[in-house]
């Protein structure tokens, strides 16, 4: 029977409970009785907390999850309980469709504090979902007030759905961000440089694959990355080149919110129950490229006497010792062949003292 709320006087109350019970008790005495094979059964709540005397809480679907009561003025889900399915149309029991934002902030609640066995937090997450959906909600506004009424004074489910209530503002104005990532390269040399990798959400774990470059740690171009790691890698021109190019590659997942959508499960002409819509894993990638990065060709040209003074008439003989600066010059080649360098050179002298050494 319906009272003035559009409530049901008997949702989840004890006297059902000890028929049920009895039924049972006669079951196992050999009685044939028959059961729904796949019901609802009371979780955590509290049984007439609310003005018409029903029960505030959450039901343990048949595949082990907790779900709420969205459509107040029908029975209590004691019948058989189908499938959840995920969705994001659900229209109240009136017919009025829930909004995306009404939506999101349903999963959110139901994500964060709906699958507890803790009763105040229970009946708090019923009261606000009772909020929305509920026949005193249509008749008298949806928002706070409405899931309050449901509490009937309460002051520890109260202080639970205040607690709550606040929450869901919270992560309505702070709508889940669509996870994305970053990958900057920074060189300090023509060769040496660092990998820098940024995500969101951070808990993200990637692959992380270099072209033109390796790891200094350990000379590969590949490494399993996540937020905030900073990786030094080494260039790997082509022989001969005179300019490269590096480009990285990232590929990530991340588990995501399911956004404005929830479970809904369907009891026959009984109540319909929700929980939250479960987390979707998401692949995103991030890339960038750095070059041409210039080599350029300096070679160094060393020269040593083998006597530091000679006789006269005799030649004086000088060694040279040709080589490049820094570990990425490569010896530049012209049709696959290096090219040649003339180095001449001027002797003067004798001179009185040794003259002083340049180191260019």
Known sequence: MSDATGMRTRHGSLTTLFVVLAVVGLAVCGLAVSLPAAAAVTGAGFSSITPSG?????????????????????????????????????????????????????????????QTTQPETAAAVSAYIYAFTSGWARSHGSGYEAGLYFINGNRAVAAAYEKIWAAAQ???????????????????SPIDGVVRVTTIPSGAVGTLTLNGAVLVATGDSTASVRDGAELPIRG??????????ISVTAQFRATAPAGPAVTVYFTGEQQRTI????????????????????????????????????ATGDSMVDGLTVSMVGPWQI??????????????????????????SLDS
């Open 236 to 245: 790997v021109p082509e022989p001969g080149v005179s300019a490269y190019s």
């Open 170 to 188: 919270a992560a309505a104005v702070s709508a889940p961000t669509t996870p994305t990532a970053s990958v900057l390269v920074e060189m300090t």
């Open 54 to 114: 029903g029960y505030l809480g959450n039901y343990v679907a048949p595949d082990g999850t907790r779900v709420y009561c969205i459509d107040s003025s029908k029975d209590w889900p004691s019948g058989s309980t189908g499938a959840g399915f995920v969705t994001g149309a659900v229209n109240t029991e009136w017919g009025a469709p829930l909004d995306t934002a009404t939506l999101q902030r349903f999963n959110f609640v139901l994500t964060t504090y709906g």
């Open 275 to 310: 929980r939250h819509a479960p987390p979707t894993e998401v692949a995103f990638d991030a890339e960038t490229r750095v070059g041409p990065i210039d080599l350029p060709f300096e070679p160094v040209l060393e020269s040593v006497v083998r006597d530091s003074t000679v």
């Open 331 to 356: 010896w530049p080649k012209f049709d696959g062949v290096p090219l040649n360098v003339v180095a001449v050179g001027t002797l003067y002298g004798p001179l009185p003292s040794e003259p002083e």
